[in-house]
Structures are given as structure tokens and as C-alpha cells.
């Protein structure tokens, strides 16, 4: 039988021990990714960050509908940064002083400018964005000119510096006109039309929430490359760190002796 994200969902929303084993095997190593990115490779953050997500106030495993896995790895990596410290900017920078200076910016433009708060470096997005990163270079060089001009305090990084305040209000500026889980899908997947895409674009090239919410699923197609499932000597510290007891065997396995 296949087991799937959203039963995985389900039995962690009841602390059945099956749905958090498969979540330990499964995510603990993207998550582990996600916090030495945003934090450091740090054992005892990658705890903190794990103990967060099991408290019942976790929104996590709230969801009572299906949702397809990249979707809600998109929404463990909010999770994750959630529970990480972010040093608050010398600078500030708005959400909506972002959205105007980029105004002129086409969609993927926006993308390549909006990574950059997220700590990625040209050769990083690159690939992501099926762009060379010199050409990231280049259009992060002219974002960075145009909030120049929006701006009275400015200095190179200032994107960069904001990345986590500016993400937290992208997340929560969503509204009715955004795009479905099926819409963002479809695109990663090349399944879009091209009259699909054009009315896409004309919603996204003004919604920085879709901007952002974008950027994150194709975050997570590149931090899924690689990524294999713990053993089940790996995942037992982590069991006992969130006090998980093994899930139990099924009543075959147990009457042959397997393990």
C-alpha cells in the first residue's frame, strides 16, 4: 500500500505513531536543509526547529483536505522558518516599496530579485529558474537600482537583509485572485497552456504573495535533488527527542518474526 502525505498529515494530527516515524524518515532530512540554509547545520537548532513543529499549536498537520506533497513541503518550510531568529534589518524595507520599485520587472524578472532575500546566490538560481546566473546577476543589479530610487537609506544588500520580514508579508498578503495549488503545479509541471500562462502572468506580475509562494515551490523542487529518507537507526534519536513511540509492526510481520 502506498502511504501518502496527506494520511501522513492525518495520523500526525492524531499522534499516531506511524504518521510521525513517516515524517522523521521522510522530512527530517529537508529539513534539516532548510534550517542550515536560513540558520546553521546545527544539531541542537535542527532539535528546537523539530520540537516546534510537534507542539499541538504547530499548524502544520491542521489541514483537514488532501494536498499534493510539494504543496505541503512548500508549508513545512514556513513552518521551519517560523521557529528560526531572524536578526531584524539595520534597514527597513516594505513590502509595498518593493512592489513599486519592481513594478517594471516582468514575472520571472521579480523571481530572480526575490531570491535574492532568500540567501540564494545567481548560481543557486540559476537552475531554479532556468536562467544563467550571470543573467540573475544582472536583473538583481537592476532591482537593487530601482529600490535605490524608492528609497531615502539604501546600501547594496538591502533585499537581501530583508528577506525574512519581507517573506512573512508576502505569506500573509494573500487574497481570493491567488493562484490554486493545481495552478502552481501545473506550471512547475508544464502543463499550462500558453493563454493559461498569460492570465497567470497578469495576476502574478502584481501579487507578490504568488511571487513568493512561487519562488518557494521551486525552492523545494531543488531541495528535494538528493534527498534520501533516514534509517530507522537515524530516526530513533529523533523519536526520542519528540517522545514517538515506534510505530507497531503489522500482526503478519509479528507472527513471522520479521523485522
Known sequence: MIYTCYEMARDCRTDRPEGWSYFLSNYVPVVRKIVAHYG?????????????????????FQTLEPVPERWFLAELRQNVLAEL??????????????????????????????????????????????????????????AAELIRGKVDTWRRTLLADNGAPL?????????????????????????????????????????WHCIDHFCRMLEIVELLRGVQPLTEQEVEPYRTLLGIQPPKRPAWKRLLGAS
Open 40 to 60: 546553521s547545520p546545527d544539531a541542537a537548532l535542527l532539535n528546537r526547529v523539530l520540537v516546534g513543529i510537534r507542539k499541538p499549536e504547530s499548524s502544520l
Open 85 to 142: 531568529d531572524s536578526p531584524a534589518p539595520e534597514i527597513d524595507l516594505d513590502l509595498e516599496t518593493v512592489a513599486a520599485a519592481l513594478e517594471p520587472l516582468t514575472m520571472v524578472e521579480k523571481q530572480a530579485a526575490w531570491t535574492e532575500g532568500m540567501r540564494y546566490q545567481p548560481q543557486e538560481t540559476g537552475p531554479m529558474l532556468r536562467m544563467a546566473p550571470q543573467t540573475v546577476q544582472k536583473i538583481r543589479d537592476r
Open 167 to 207: 517573506g512573512r508579508a508576502a505569506a500573509a498578503a494573500g487574497g481570493k485572485e491567488c493562484l490554486s495549488q493545481k495552478t502552481f503545479l501545473d506550471i512547475l509541471d508544464g502543463r499550462m497552456t500558453w493563454r493559461g500562462r498569460e492570465e497567470l502572468e497578469r495576476h502574478v506580475n502584481g501579487c
